[in-house]
C-alpha cells in the first residue's frame, strides 16, 4: 500500500535560551500530514504555533525530536501574518519576488503568475500598488506571490491577523478555496476559534492547543 503521508512532525521539543533563562515554546509534539491536507493548528499567543512552523520550514532546529518528509520536493511557501508587499512595487512585481531571488522569472514563470492573477479576481489589478488595493486583496496577492514558487507544502501564519473580522471570514474562504483548487498541501496556525472553525468547512484536520481546553 502507498503511503499518502506528506511529513511525520514527531515528538519535537523546542527550548529557547538567553543567559538568564530558557523558555520551553514546545514539549514532545508529534502530528502527521497527508498530501493534500490542509490542517489548522489553534491556540493563544505565545504557545509557540509559529515556532511550530519555523521548525517545519527548516527556519529553527528543534531542541528534540524530528521532522521527516516523505515528499522529497521540500519546497516550502511561508505566507506571514502581514502581506510584506513592497509600495513601490506593481502587484505584478510585488508577486515575482520569489521567482526573482531563486533566478527562475522566465516566459513560463510569468505565464503561470499572469493565469493565477487572473483566476483569483486580480487580473486588472497587475499595475496597481498596494496602496491601492484593500486589505482582503492584498492578502490574496500575498498568497499569490507564495504559490508563484511552486511550493508543495504551503504553511500560513495567521494570515488574516491583520484584518476586521468580517474581512477575516471572506478571505478566509477566498483562500481556502484557492489551496484546494491548486490542490496544495497546507499547515495554517491561529489563535481565533471562530476563524478555524469557520475555515474548517474545507479542511480534513483541526488540532486545538490544549491551553483552549483548560
Excluded at 521548525?55 to 521540500?74: D, M, R, V
Excluded at 505566507?79 to 533566478?103: A, C, K, P, Y
Excluded at 486580480?122 to 511550493?151: C, N, W
Amino acid at each position: 500500500m502507498t503511503s499518502n503521508k506528506f511529513l511525520e512532525v514527531k515528538n519535537i521539543s523546542k527550548t529557547y535560551y538567553t543567559l538568564e533563562e530558557e523558555t520551553k515554546a514546545l514539549e514532545n509534539l508529534s502530528f502527521d500530514v497527508n498530501t493534500g491536507e490542509i490542517i489548522v493548528i489553534v491556540g493563544p499567543s505565545g504557545c509557540g504555533k509559529s515556532t511550530i512552523l519555523s521548525c517545519i520550514a527548516g527556519l529553527l532546529s528543534p531542541t528534540e525530536g524530528e521532522i521527516i518528509f516523505h515528499n522529497k520536493n521540500k519546497n516550502t511557501g511561508y505566507m506571514f501574518q502581514s502581506d510584506h508587499l513592497f509600495n513601490w512595487r506593481t502587484i505584478m512585481d510585488n508577486v515575482l519576488i520569489g521567482l526573482e531571488v531563486q533566478n527562475k522569472v522566465n516566459e513560463r514563470s510569468i505565464a503561470r503568475v499572469n493565469k493565477l492573477l487572473d483566476t483569483y479576481g486580480l487580473g486588472d489589478f497587475k499595475k496597481h500598488y498596494p496602496s491601492q488595493l484593500s486589505g482582503g486583496m492584498r492578502q490574496r496577492v500575498a498568497l499569490i506571490r507564495t504559490l508563484a514558487i511552486e511550493p508543495e507544502l504551503l504553511l500560513l501564519d495567521e494570515p488574516f491577523s491583520a484584518l476586521d473580522y468580517q474581512s477575516r471570514l471572506k478571505v478566509s474562504d477566498d483562500i481556502a478555496k484557492i489551496i484546494r483548487q491548486e490542490k496544495k498541501t497546507a499547515i495554517m496556525v491561529t489563535h481565533d476559534i471562530s476563524e478555524a472553525i469557520y475555515t474548517k468547512c474545507y479542511l480534513c484536520k483541526c488540532v486545538i492547543s490544549k491551553d483552549y481546553l483548560n
